[in-house]
């Protein structure tokens, strides 16, 4: 297929978004996949915040860093993405320049520990507060499970309302495919 899939459409705004140096934010750590390949991008002079509210994502998450040698500039928060504003230190709000959640729950794990709008809602905003002009936020959405429908529909509801001077928002969506496929809601911070 020539039009990219869901996940390679994400990692190429991703790509897009950031430079070595940068900092780039995992919001939803689980397995480590999305931290690795960001702590690829931003490079040993950059720095990946990677969050989970699962010990065991972040223990998965640590292993694979240790695995790929590069848990040196990944720094893994066994907390709640809500807090990334507080997390993160001042000074380095402005290199915030990606942010990547993945929404639902952990592949292989608890179906019952799932992202929930509040909290996403919660880091959204504190990410547009924080991050500079050009920061991308890229959530890829799952809504097969009942409380990914609630979940899509706030994050929709949110998103189509920011005002357009402020941020650009994207879908990116394949509308013909069976059993609810994850899409992708993009905001780039203007
Ligand atoms: C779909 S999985 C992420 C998959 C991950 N990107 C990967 O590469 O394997 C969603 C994850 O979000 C986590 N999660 C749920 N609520 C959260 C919150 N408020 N803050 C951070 N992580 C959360 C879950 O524990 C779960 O591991």
Redesign the pocket.
Same mark, same amino acid.
């Given at each position: 297929m020539k039009l990219l899939g869901i996940l390679p459409f994400a990692r190429f705004l991703l790509e897009q978004a950031l430079e070595p140096g940068d900092i780039a934010i995992?919001?939803? &750590?689980?397995?480590?996949?999305?931290?690795l390949f960001l702590a690829n991008i931003v490079t040993e002079s950059g720095k990946v915040y990677s969050?989970?509210?699962?010990e065991q994502?972040i223990k998965q998450t640590q292993i694979k860093m240790e695995e790929n040698g590069i848990n040196n500039r990944v720094c893994l928060i066994n907390?709640?993405?809500?807090t990334v504003a507080q997390v993160i230190p001042d000074e380095e709000h402005r290199k915030v320049k990606a942010a990547?959640f993945?929404?639902?729950?952990?592949?292989g794990?608890d179906k019952d520990?799932?992202?929930?709008p509040d909290?996403?809602l919660q &880091?959204i905003q504190a990410l547009l507060t924080i991050m500079p002009k050009g920061g991308t936020i890229v959530l890829v959405i799952?809504h097969g499970h009942e409380e990914g429908k609630n979940e899509r529909k706030e994050v929709e509801t949110f998103t189509e309302a920011l005002d357009q001077r402020k941020a650009h928002v994207l879908k990116y969506q394949f509308t013909n495919q069976a059993n609810n496929p994850p899409f992708i809601i993009a905001i780039e911070k203007r």
């Open positions: 995992d919001c939803t &750590a689980g397995n480590g996949h999305d931290t969050f989970d509210i699962q994502a907390q709640g993405h809500e990547i993945n929404l639902g729950y952990l592949p794990g520990i799932v992202t929930r909290s996403t &880091a799952y």
